[in-house]
T-cell receptor
Framework: GDSVTQMEGPVTLSEEAFLTINCTYTATGYPSLFWYVQYPGEGLQLLLKATKADDKGSNKGFEATYRKETTSFHLEKGSVQVSDSAVYFC??????????????FGTGTRLQVTL | DTAVSQTPKYLVTQMGNDKSIKCEQN?????MYWYKQDSKKFLKIMFSYNNKELIINETVPNRFSPKSPDKAHLNLHINSLELGDSAVYFC???????????????FGPGTRLTVL
């Protein structure tokens, strides 16, 4: 079945540092890929998405590129802020009937940004 | 103007009890979901309803019974609660189920269930 693997956390960075959170996936066909963010005490919010190979999703300074050859969708940000502290989830939605509506999540990576 | 709301936010109960969690969305979406997030933050889909019809039912014990009285509501009833049911339960909704095309899912704030 479909699966998502993302790097273990927590990741602790100083403000303005560069962020990379690795995500790789296993899926048949051509899944859509997503990054969700969960701020403390809140639900999940969609951060960015990419629906086909070589697409780059971007939002709020975060970027991720859908790499089919390496089955990866790594999240990057050039300069993190304290307000970026949250748990980040990589997820995929399958491309086959019955799987398109189901999100498969990675285990989440906690990011803590300090001054 | 909350998009997806859940009640209660916190639920503490004894083993063996029966409890319900309610979810409502005011986005006009056709599809709603329940996800379970365990203590390690791992998220897994439980159920999905489209226009009040069940379309996804993962391997969830039949003590869990979702009910959708209309397409804006999806409630989760849990019978004979067990310690392992302790988790955060998230409701979500999306515009439609369009096979082969993803529709963004909007999540509620979660309900933290603690079974003692």
């Amino acid at each position: 079945g479909d699966s998502v693997t993302q790097m273990e956390g927590p990741v602790t960075l100083s403000e303005e540092a560069f962020l990379t959170i690795n995500c790789t996936y296993t899926a048949t066909g051509y899944p859509s890929l997503f990054w969700y963010v969960q701020y403390p005490g809140e639900g999940l919010q969609l951060l960015l998405k990419a629906t086909k190979a070589d697409d780059k999703g971007s939002n709020k300074g975060f970027e991720a590129t859908y790499r089919k050859e390496t089955t990866s969708f790594h999240l990057e940000k050039g300069s993190v802020q304290v307000s970026d502290s949250a748990v980040y989830f990589c997820a995929l939605s399958g491309s086959w009937a019955g799987t398109a509506s189901k999100l498969t999540f990675g285990t989440g990576t906690r990011l803590q940004v300090t001054l | 103007d909350t998009a997806v709301s859940q009640t209660p936010k916190y639920l503490v109960t004894q083993m063996g009890n029966d409890k319900s969690i309610k979810c409502e969305q005011n986005l006009g979406h056709d599809t709603m979901y329940w996800y379970k997030q365990d203590s390690k933050k791992f998220l897994k889909i439980m159920f999905s309803y489209n226009n009040k019809e069940l379309i996804i039912n993962e391997t969830v014990p039949n003590r869990f019974s979702p009910k959708s009285p209309d397409k804006a509501h999806l409630n989760l009833h849990i019978n004979s609660l067990e310690l392992g049911d302790s988790a955060v339960y998230f409701c979500a909704s999306s515009q439609d189920v369009n096979w082969g095309v993803y529709n963004e899912q909007f999540f509620g704030p979660g309900t933290r269930l603690t079974v003692l």
